[in-house]
């Protein structure tokens, strides 16, 4: 990070687990996948930037990979995520990835965020994921 903002065009590993991660050429994420989803291995949950890019103000600060699965709380990891999006779609999306790994199958995921032009808010996230040995997308608009 620099001044507090990322990188452009950067890839890198982050979180407890080091997943990948992706910015675009505003310096805002781009893209995170991981060929193995895990678990935390901290008690309690860490605390997190609230300061995420064009938040508006029932924005949450998203994790892409949530504080359980031992994703960062810093802005390597958080998009602007409309509250619905964040305490409803994409938390089922999360409970579904626990439940596999909780039954012990391995889970990987593939996350595409987009932006509107000159925006620095995700507008849509686009998951590939695959567990059971199955294949899965879902389209998330924000």
């Known amino acids: 990070m620099s001044d507090g903002k990322l990188k452009p065009n950067i890839k890198y590993k982050t979180g407890e687990h080091g997943y990948n991660y992706q910015?675009?050429?505003?310096?805002?994420m781009e893209h995170a996948s991981t060929d193995n989803l895990q678990f935390k291995t901290h008690e309690g949950r860490l605390p997190h930037n609230l300061k995420t890019?064009?938040?508006?103000?029932?924005?949450?600060?998203?994790?892409l990979f949530g504080d359980r699965f031992g994703g960062s709380g810093e802005l390597?990891?958080?998009?602007?995520?409309?509250?619905?999006v964040n305490l409803s779609t994409y938390k089922k999306l999360e409970n579904t990835w626990a439940k596999a790994i909780e039954q012990s199958k391995k889970v990987t995921v593939d996350i595409k965020v987009n932006y509107d032009f000159g925006s620095l808010?995700?507008?849509?996230?686009?998951?590939?994921?695959?567990?059971?040995?199955?294949?899965?997308?879902?389209f998330i608009h924000n």
């Open 121 to 138: 808010r995700s507008i849509s996230f686009e998951i590939n994921y695959t567990t059971y040995g199955i294949d899965f997308y879902g």
């Open 53 to 63: 890019p064009d938040k508006l103000p029932r924005d949450h600060a998203g994790y």
């Open 23 to 28: 910015t675009n050429s505003k310096w805002v």
């Open 76 to 84: 390597d990891n958080l998009v602007s995520q409309a509250q619905k």
